[in-house]
Antibody
């Protein structure tokens, strides 16, 4: 069965760039039926969608994070990655990667509900 | 793009039914039939319980049901069980290929 696993540093200094990778196993990231997304959850708070990517490289980001976020995909490694720049304490959170159902809208396709999630990785921003 | 509004907490006794609301706008919940609900136990990753307003993924109990009226989506849990005690999060498509989540609701089984 398909599994996702996040990897990356647990501690990032303020102003630095966070780099996380999600490795997909038990299935192909190049499926035409899914998008792949990043979602985070600050301690004690709700979930926040960060962005999504299709295996072709098409990306969508949360507008308020767009200037700091880059999501990329490496189909040869069955991985997708998140880069979040200019980190501050407000970015401290558990970061999840997930497989998202592909949907069609007026402006094309996009990722919707996440039916498979990674276990999450805690990222703390501190000097 | 504002977060969807959920009650902070909802409680019920075993066997009872409870309903969690998720209030949005015509730009998200009210404008599209793409509302999802997730269950999250402490320290665990969220689990998809409902998608497309009222569809259950394979393996999810039929005690969980979803609906929508106008700008408000709802998740109903019937025959409440101890293991249903968890946080529940709603999400919705919000135009321009973006998603928005609610703040989460803590369900307590009395």
């Amino acid at each position: 069965q398909l599994q996702l696993q996040e990897s990356g540093p647990g501690l990032v200094k303020p102003s630095e760039t966070l780099s996380l990778t999600c490795t997909v196993s038990g299935g192909s990231i190049s499926s035409s039926s899914y998008y792949w997304g990043w979602i985070r959850q600050p301690p004690g708070k709700g979930l926040e969608w960060i962005g999504s990517i299709y295996y072709s490289g098409s990306t969508y980001y949360k507008p308020s994070l767009k200037s700091r976020v880059t999501i990329s995909v490496d189909t040869s490694k069955n991985q997708f990655s998140l880069k979040l720049s200019s980190m501050t304490a407000a970015d401290t959170a558990v970061y999840y990667c997930g497989r998202q159902m592909k949907r069609w809208g007026q402006s094309g396709s996009y990722g919707d509900a996440s039916d498979i999630w990674g276990q999450g990785t805690m990222v703390t921003v501190s000097s | 793009q504002s977060a969807l509004t959920q009650p902070a907490s909802v409680s019920g006794s075993p066997g009872q039914s409870i309903t969690i609301s998720c209030i949005g706008t015509s730009s998200d919940v009210g404008g599209y039939n793409y509302v999802s609900w997730y269950q999250q136990h402490p320290g665990k990753a969220p689990k998809l319980m409902i998608y497309d307003v009222s569809n259950r993924p394979s393996g999810v109990s039929n005690r969980f049901s979803g609906s929508k009226s106008g700008n408000t989506a709802s998740l109903t849990i019937s025959g409440l069980q101890a293991d249903d005690e968890a946080d529940y999060h709603c999400s919705s498509y919000a135009s321009s290929s973006t998603l928005v989540f609610g703040g989460g609701t803590k369900v307590t089984v009395l």
